[in-house]
């Protein structure tokens, strides 16, 4: 019988009301039984919410400074427990263990970072036009807030919603994705370590569309921050405006790099597989379109094919892996219904488009890295978010043409330029419509401390980490004192 892992509400370790559990798969091996989270209903939803509801008044008028303290706390337990914690992620979603190991130390980055910020400014002083009048602002938290979030980044999407939401002092009910729900019990389980006093975080795990929507809906909750994919991040917007609630959306993407004539191509083809295939692509700010200027167009996919060609699939936890499995069954469907679509509307299949044969991978939901070439600018893979180790390869005549294709999507996340031309360097930065922007980078990549998120449908124009973050999580009192002589 595999573990079973709890909701932690109000302090305490629970069982779901609905009695019922989700198995969570291992898939780099389907097989194996990761663990068992609960199937959280509204019931539990609401017991989450009430809890964190009365959280709130205690740790709201607690000093940000000592709120701090708590993120610091976790901050070392997480780096103490950093290989166990990446370990079971791996497990529960595929990606290979260092990568998984680098994403557990930013989640601890990320708790340094907001630990400080309990020590920032939290107003301004501002001049008054009468001489007496002493005019400040004051920022101050939005309550209960709902952190619904998606299993591509298991540790670090977490974290870098819910650490600015507690130290700017609102309580969190956190409903993660059902694939690492294990791995969201771990990371509550740190900030319970912490020492957070009862109600101040609370997780229920379950089904997006029972336990996250039962969230959206509840009248408690003041704010939701979402990650996750466009369906339903525009149906969270919908309900959230309806009740008045603020919300904030990180979505998808249809990632462009473009590479110039001048650019360093072996720097650019290293790039260019990393932002692509990393992850096995399941990054928002994964490059899925590459477009490339005529002149260095050949040279360029021979270097692409010989690094794609090298890369080693394997289990997450083989040390020698470069590249896990896609995160479920579902995943795996998806993205092979875009390779065949690729197939049938004619775009020449250059490497991949499978299922890897090599043994000891018959049990996990492996796909080859693919790339595509002749992808017409109105093929379904050039246009949809594939979330999958597929790259566009594309010709063109030059900088003009490659910035007007790279523009013409609903998406805006991240967007890469490889070039050493400097005068093209600023020219992109004012032409792409992107919100991340990687001048010689792979499409993907934060800093904890830089604001991030995208343009477009790709992002409610909200934006996440870094002083951004204050933006959402807390609202503004605007107080004027006129002292009675
Ligand atoms: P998803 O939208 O299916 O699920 C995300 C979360 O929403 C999960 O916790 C899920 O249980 C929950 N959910 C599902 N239906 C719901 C509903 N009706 N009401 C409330 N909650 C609901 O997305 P996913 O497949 O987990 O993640 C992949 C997507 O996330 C991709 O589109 C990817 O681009 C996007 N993503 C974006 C960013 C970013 O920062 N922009 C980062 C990572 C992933």
């Not at 009468?130 to 977490?158: C, H, M, Q, Y």
């Not at 609102?170 to 771990?186: L, M, Q, S, Y």
């Not at 609903?410 to 020219?427: D, W």
Request: proline residues 4%; charged residues 20%; aromatic residues 8%.
């Amino acid at each position: 019988m595999s573990e079973q892992f709890l909701n932690y509400i109000n302090g305490e370790w629970i069982q779901a009301k609905s009695g019922e559990v989700i198995e969570s798969i291992n898939p780099a091996n389907w097989d194996e039984v990761v663990g068992v989270i609960q199937h959280s209903n509204q019931e539990d939803v609401d017991l989450a919410v009430q809890a964190a509801k009365s959280a709130f008044k205690n740790w709201s008028k607690m000093s940000a400074v000592n709120r701090g303290l708590f993120l610091e706390k976790a901050a070392a337990l997480l780096e103490q427990r950093a290989d166990e914690i990446a370990e079971i992620a791996t497990k529960e979603m595929g990606k290979v263990l260092a990568e998984m190991k680098g994403e557990v130390l930013r989640g601890v980055a990320i708790l340094r970072y907001y630990a400080q910020e309990g020590m920032r400014t939290n107003g301004e002083v501002l001049p008054s036009a009468s001489d007496e009048k002493f005019l400040f602002t004051k920022r101050v938290p939005l309550g209960v807030v709902g952190v619904i979030t998606p299993w591509n980044f298991p540790v670090a999407i977490p974290i870098w919603k819910m650490a600015p939401a507690l130290v700017y002092g609102n309580t969190v009910v956190f409903k993660p994705a059902a694939e690492t729900g294990v791995t969201a019990a771990k990371i509550v389980e740190i900030f319970a370590e912490a020492g957070l006093p009862q109600g101040v975080l609370n997780l229920v795990n379950g089904d997006g569309a029972v336990a996250g929507n039962a969230l959206v809906e509840h009248e408690d909750v003041h704010a939701i921050t979402f990650t996750g994919s466009n369906a339903v991040g525009r149906q969270i917007a919908a309900k959230a405006a309806l009740k008045g609630k603020k919300y904030q959306l990180e979505l998808g993407g249809k990632n462009p790099a473009i590479v110039l004539e001048d650019a360093d191509l072996e720097l650019a083809a290293n790039l260019t597989v990393a932002g692509a295939m990393k992850q096995t692509g399941q990054r928002c700010t994964a490059t899925s379109r590459v477009y490339v200027h005529e002149q260095v167009y050949d040279t360029f996919k021979e270097l692409l094919l010989e690094k794609v060609r090298s890369l080693k699939i394997g289990n997450g936890l083989d040390p020698n892996a470069q590249m896990g499995p896609v995160a479920s069954k579902k995943q795996f469907d998806t993205v092979i219904g875009y390779i065949e679509k690729g197939k049938e509307e004619g775009a020449s299949l250059l490497v991949g488009g499978g299922v890897p044969k090599e043994q000891g991978l018959e049990k996990g939901y492996f796909i080859e890295p693919t790339i595509f070439e002749n992808v017409a600018h109105d093929m379904t893979i050039a246009r949809e978010e594939i979330f999958g180790p597929v790259l566009c390869l594309i010709k063109v005549k030059n900088y003009e043409e490659a910035i007007e294709k790279a523009n013409d999507t609903v998406y805006g996340l991240s967007a890469s330029l490889f070039t050493n031309n400097i005068g093209r360097t600023f020219q992109f930065v004012d032409d792409i419509e992107a919100g991340l922007i990687q001048i010689n980078g792979e499409t993907g990549g934060a800093e904890p401390q830089a604001p991030f998120g995208g343009m477009k449908e790709s992002s409610s124009n909200s934006r996440e980490q870094g002083q951004a973050a204050k933006e959402f999580f807390t609202t503004i009192k605007t107080v004027t004192v006129l002292p009675v002589h």
